[in-house]
C-alpha cells in the first residue's frame, strides 16, 4: 500500500474518530468533576456576580484559567459547549504533534501520531467532559517544544520566554503544572551548559537562564497565587497548607477517623495507604509503572481512574534503537523527553495516588517517542526486504490503532449520546438516568423556596444541577451530629448555619453513623429526624428533609 493510501486512510479515521467525540459530547454534564468543580464553581461566580471565595469548596481555591472560559457558555445557558472548549485543547496539542513529526518523521508518522494520540482512552474520556487536564497537557507539551527550540535555535530568548509563559499558563489551569514548571527550569540550565555559545558558558550564565523561564512563569501564574494568599494566606492553597498555616501541635500523627483519601494518604503515604485500601502487595506496587498501561478502568481509584493503551509502552522504547545513525539534534530531543517522562512520571509516582489524568503531560511526548520508534522498527525491517515483518509492524500498529476504537465504540454503550440527540430522551430524563441523585435535585429546584439553604450529606460534592443555595454537609457532621447533646442542639447548630433542608445519602450516612456515633450520641438522632427533620422527598436512597419544630 502506497503512502498516500495510508494517509488518507489515517484522514479518514481521523474524520470518524473526531465526529465520534462530538457525538459523545452533545449530552448534559453528568462526570463527578463537572458536577462538584469545574462547571459548579462558576456557575456560582456567575450566580453571585464574580469570583468569590467558597470557603466549603476546597476546589474553588485551584487555579481555574480553562474554568473561567466556561463561564460564558455557562451565561448562555450552555453547559455542553465547555466540554468543546476543553476538546478543542486535545486539537491544539494533536497540531503541535502533527507540526513536530512532519519535520522529523513525514506527513504519515505525523498522521499516526495525531489519530494514535486522539484515540488514546484517556483523551477520548476528557475529550467529552467539561475538565481542565487538557488544557495542562497542551500547555506543558507546548512549553516543552519551546524548551527544545529555544537549545537547538541558537538559545533565542524570545523562545525561553515563550516556553516560560506556556509553563505558567499549565499551573494556572491545574496544580501538577507545577511540576512541569519544575522540570523545564532544571533543564534549562543544564541544556544551556551542554551547548552554550561559548562551549563553557560557566555557571551564572546557564543559571540566569533557568531563573528567567521560572521568573515569566511565576508571572504568569501569579494572580492566582495572589487570589490564595489574599484568602488562606497560602498561595498554592490547599496544597502544603499545613507548612504555611502550621496546626497547632499534636503527637497525634494517625489520620482522624472518617478522614479523605488525601488525609489517609498524607497519614500512612502512598504505598501503605494503596496496601491498606487496596490490599496490594509490593510486587503489585513495584509494577505500577508498568500496571499503569495495561489495567487501566475509569472511574476506578484503584485502577488508576482512566485508561492508556499498552503500546504507549512498547512503541517509545524503539524511539532509542539505532540512536547512533541519526543527528545529534534529534538525539538531545530525545533525551530531554525521555528525562521528562521518567522525572514527571516519578513525580506522580511518589507523591499522589497515582491516576492516569494526572500524569497527563507526558502523553504526548511519549506517542512522540511511538512515532520514531515505529518508523526506526520500520527503515531497520525495510532494510532488509522482509516483507512478512513489515506486515507484522503494519498489524502491530493497526491493532494499536483498534485499541483505541474498541474504547470508543465502548463509550457510545455507555454515555448513549443518540437517545438524547434524536430527541428519544428528555434533558431530565437522560440526567436521571446517568445521575441517580438529579430527580432529587430537581424537587428542590422545583418546590423549595427561592431563599432556601441546603446541605448535602454523603453527595461527594455534586451540586451543579442545585439551583437553591446549598453547601457540603461532610466536614459538618462531626460539629452537628457527633458533638451535640441532644437532638434541639443539632437543629440549633444547622439553624445558625443558615440551612433550611437537608438532602442526604441514605445508604453512606447510615454507614457513617454506624461507624461514628456510640450508641448514647446514635439514639439522639431519632429524635432529630422525628421533632425537628421532615422528610418531604425521597428516590432511590436520596432524601431531602425540611427543618423545623415538626411536633408543633
Not at 21 to 31: D, K, T
Not at 305 to 319: E, I, T
Request: hydrophobic residues 45%; glycine residues 8%.
Amino acid at each position: 500500500m502506497s503512502k498516500r493510501s495510508l494517509s488518507i486512510i489515517l484522514l479518514v479515521f481521523l474524520s470518524l474518530l473526531i465526529a465520534s467525540i462530538v457525538v459523545l459530547s452533545c449530552v448534559p454534564p453528568v462526570a463527578k468533576d463537572e458536577l462538584v468543580h469545574h462547571l459548579a464553581v462558576p456557575k456560582l461566580y456567575l450566580k453571585h456576580g464574580g469570583v468569590y471565595e467558597i470557603p466549603f469548596m476546597p476546589f474553588s481555591y485551584y487555579p481555574m484559567n480553562l474554568d473561567l472560559l466556561y463561564v460564558i457558555p455557562l451565561y448562555f445557558g450552555n453547559d455542553i459547549v465547555p466540554k468543546f472548549i476543553h476538546f478543542s485543547f486535545a486539537l491544539f496539542t494533536a497540531g503541535l504533534l502533527f507540526g513536530y513529526l512532519k519535520m522529523r518523521t513525514g506527513v504519515g508518522y505525523a498522521l499516526f501520531g495525531v489519530v494514535f494520540f486522539l484515540s488514546t482512552p484517556i483523551i477520548v474520556k476528557l475529550s467529552t467532559s467539561a475538565y481542565v487536564d487538557l488544557g495542562v497537557l497542551f500547555f506543558s507539551f507546548a512549553a516543552l517544544l519551546f524548551l527544545l527550540k529555544w537549545s537547538e535555535g541558537g538559545f533565542k530568548s524570545k523562545f525561553l520566554v515563550f516556553s516560560g509563559v506556556m509553563a505558567g499558563l499549565a499551573m494556572g489551569t491545574k496544580y501538577n503544572g507545577m511540576v512541569t514548571t519544575v522540570l523545564l527550569a532544571l533543564f534549562v540550565p543544564i541544556l544551556y551548559a551542554r551547548k552554550g555559545n561559548a562551549g563553557r558558558p560557566g555557571v551564572l550564565k546557564p543559571i540566569s537562564q533557568g531563573f528567567i523561564f521560572f521568573t515569566v512563569a511565576l508571572l504568569v501564574f501569579s494572580p492566582w497565587m495572589i487570589r490564595n494568599f489574599h484568602w488562606t494566606k497560602n498561595p498554592i492553597y490547599p496544597l502544603y497548607n499545613h507548612q504555611f498555616n502550621p496546626p497547632a501541635p499534636s503527637r497525634d500523627f494517625s489520620a482522624p477517623e472518617g478522614a479523605s483519601e488525601e488525609e489517609l494518604r498524607g497519614a500512612y503515604g502512598i504505598f501503605n495507604y494503596r496496601k491498606m485500601i487496596y490490599g496490594e502487595t509490593g510486587w503489585q506496587m513495584a509494577l505500577l509503572p508498568l500496571r499503569v498501561f495495561f489495567e487501566g478502568k475509569d472511574g476506578s481509584p484503584k485502577y488508576f481512574d482512566g485508561k492508556l493503551n499498552p503500546f504507549l509502552l512498547f512503541l517509545p522504547v524503539l524511539a532509542f534503537w539505532r540512536m547512533r545513525e541519526e543527528k545529534e539534534k534529534m538525539r538531545r530531543e530525545k533525551r530531554v523527553m525521555l528525562a521528562f517522562v521518567v522525572l514527571f512520571f516519578a513525580v506522580a509516582f511518589f507523591t499522589i495516588d497515582l491516576r492516569i489524568r494526572y500524569i497527563g503531560p507526558i502523553i504526548p511526548v511519549l506517542v512522540v517517542l511511538s512515532a520514531v520508534g515505529a518508523k526506526n522498527l520500520y527503515r531497520a525491517i525495510a532494510k532488509k526486504g522482509n516483507r512478512i515483518a513489515l506486515g507484522l509492524l503494519g498489524i502491530g500498529l493497526t491493532s494499536a490503532l483498534a485499541y483505541n476504537a474498541d474504547y470508543v465504540i465502548d463509550q457510545f454503550k455507555k454515555v448513549e449520546p443518540l437517545e438524547y440527540i434524536t430527541g428519544k430522551v428528555s434533558r431530565d430524563g437522560y440526567l436521571e438516568k446517568h445521575r441517580p441523585e438529579y430527580a432529587a435535585m430537581r424537587f428542590i429546584n422545583t418546590y423549595l423556596p427561592q431563599d432556601s439553604k441546603v446541605m448535602m450529606v454523603f453527595l461527594g460534592g455534586r451540586g451543579y444541577y442545585c439551583e437553591r443555595s446549598y453547601v457540603h454537609g461532610e466536614e459538618a457532621l462531626d460539629s452537628v451530629f457527633l458533638n451535640s447533646n441532644d437532638a434541639q442542639q443539632m437543629h440549633s447548630k444547622l439553624k445558625n448555619m443558615g440551612i433550611t433542608h437537608l438532602l442526604i445519602y441514605e445508604p453512606l450516612f447510615g454507614r457513617w453513623v454506624s461507624s461514628n456515633l456510640e450508641e448514647e450520641a446514635e439514639k439522639s438522632l431519632k429524635p432529630f429526624f422525628l421533632n425537628y427533620a421532615k422528610l418531604v422527598y425521597y428516590h432511590k436512597g436520596f432524601s431531602v428533609f425540611a427543618l423545623g419544630n415538626v411536633s408543633s
